[in-house]
């Protein structure tokens, strides 16, 4: 199966900083979604978008549908500790009805 | 509470042994998937369905079965055929295909590990 290209892999930064995370794909999407996904629970959906060059908040969180369609951005700023996790994005094509793809996911921890 | 229940939350297997992780969801979803999470990893598809007595093998069906005889419910069993089962298991719901909208929604998690 298809696999998104997500990085960096991990990050480790101060509270207060901003992050910056981003997934590439060979292929053209028509949706990208993030989800944060806490140690032992399932990922929950934090930003969805559906349109090239889309930009979408949620709080401190910005996310991007990249102008080409194969790329999505998402920016946290200010960070906390409770950021602390793994994000994960994810994207459909619309060949694909009804499957996402999922990058491998991008570790935070945050320094109080 | 609408969502999607994963029970159990942890699980042991034996050699040989097959184990059903049970699924169940109120939000009148009609696609279910179950994903598999090694550490380190993305989630990788195992089944899903888009609708009931009607279901699809991902990309790592090898060794798992599946069952959608009720549109709430999408039990996944991991069978001896597995060799390496270890490993953390969700289930996913979303609303019906007939809609643009593509979020998935995800239970909590069942964590398999192997006596």
């Known amino acids: 199966g298809q696999q998104l290209n997500q990085s960096p892999q991990s990050m480790f930064i101060q509270e207060g900083e901003d992050v910056s995370m981003n997934c590439t794909s060979s292929?053209?999407?028509?949706?990208w979604l993030w989800y944060k996904q806490d140690p032992g629970e399932g990922p929950v959906l934090l930003i969805a978008l559906y349109k090239a060059g889309e930009l979408t908040s949620n709080g401190r969180l910005t996310a991007q549908f990249g102008i080409t369609r194969k790329d999505s951005f998402l920016n946290i700023s200010a960070s906390i500790p409770s950021d602390v996790g793994i994000y994960f994005c994810a994207g459909q094509g619309g060949s694909t009805l009804g499957r996402l793809y999922f990058g491998r996911g991008t570790q935070l921890t945050v320094w109080p | 509470d609408g969502g999607i229940t994963q029970s159990p939350k942890y699980l042991f297997r034996k050699e040989g042994q097959n184990v059903t992780l049970s699924c169940e969801q109120n939000l009148n979803h009609d696609a279910m998937y179950w994903y598999r999470q090694d550490p380190g990893q993305g989630l990788r598809l195992i089944y899903y369905?888009?609708?009931?007595?009607?279901?699809q093998k991902g990309d790592i069906a090898e060794g798992y079965s599946v069952s959608r005889e009720k549109k709430e419910s999408f039990p996944l069993t991991v069978t001896s055929a597995q060799k390496n089962p270890t490993a953390f298991y969700l289930c996913a719901s979303r609303p019906t295909l007939r809609t643009a909208n593509e979020k998935l929604f995800f239970g909590s998690g069942t964590q398999l590990s192997v006596l």
């Open positions: 369905s888009q609708i009931v007595n009607d279901f």
């Open positions: 292929s053209i999407f028509n949706t």
